[in-house]
């Protein structure tokens, strides 16, 4: 049975860093936002030790590690601040979900590869990077859900699009597939978790999106509408 309501779907504000902070319900979409990046940083390390292929972006992170030597989680979060930079030209602020994001996820995953053993079993592995993908959509919905901000990959992504007037769909795969070639090259994990991750990802977050977005207080002289 499907529940109805005659109330408007939640949907994401366009709100700047200042704005953000200032939307109201602000100690529960705190909590919400590092609670989801917690939990994104904790999937990428199941998806990591299911040693099954990873996410774009990732591929390119551990090909990366194949050469410096970094932790993956230090990748992860210099690469963050590497793609912030394409943010300048793109004249983007980034918000304190942002910058929480280049930070929090790549100690998680540095937390999780040292706390979680890589199992030998395959249907263990096949447990680990399901969960990993399940998780990942989940905690994106959590922390886009709370409004402080896009992750800086996602940024660049949503800031190519204002700016080139190109649809979402082209320049995000673009970008993906980019990433995904490059990261190959240099020797990243590519496997049957890539496709399960690119083809389950974008319908798991449709679905839970909704379910996490806060809407912003609506406000009228600087006073909530309570």
């Given at each position: 049975m499907t529940a109805t309501s005659d109330a408007p779907p939640r949907q994401l504000a366009l709100l700047n860093p200042i704005e953000q902070l200032k939307a109201g319900h602000l100690p529960r979409?705190?909590?919400?936002?590092?609670?989801?990046?917690?939990?994104?940083?904790a999937s990428m390390g199941l998806m990591i030790q299911g040693n099954l292929g990873l996410d774009p972006w990732d591929v390119l992170h551990s090909g990366i590690t194949k050469h410096l030597p970094l932790s993956f989680g230090t990748v992860v979060i210099a690469m963050s601040f590497v793609v912030l930079l394409a943010w300048i030209p793109l004249r983007q602020w980034p918000g304190l979900g942002t910058i929480s994001n280049a930070i929090v996820i790549g100690l998680v995953t540095d937390l999780t590869l040292a706390t979680v053993d890589r199992p030998d079993a395959l249907w263990l592995r096949i447990v680990f990077m399901l969960s990993g993908v399940v998780l990942n959509a989940l905690a994106g919905a959590l922390y886009i859900g709370a409004q402080f901000g896009p992750g800086p990959r996602d940024g660049l992504m949503t800031g190519l699009v204002r700016r080139t007037g190109l649809s979402v769909r082209l320049v995000r795969t673009s970008l993906e597939l980019t990433v995904l070639a490059t990261g190959?090259?240099?020797?990243?994990?590519?496997g049957v978790g890539t496709v399960v991750y690119a083809l389950s990802i974008g319908p798991l977050v449709?679905?839970?999106l909704p379910i996490f977005t806060r809407p912003p207080e609506a406000r009228v002289d600087g006073v909530p509408d309570r």
């Open positions: 979409r705190l909590v919400q936002l590092y609670v989801g990046l917690t939990l994104y940083g190959f090259l240099l020797g990243g994990s590519i449709h679905i839970l």
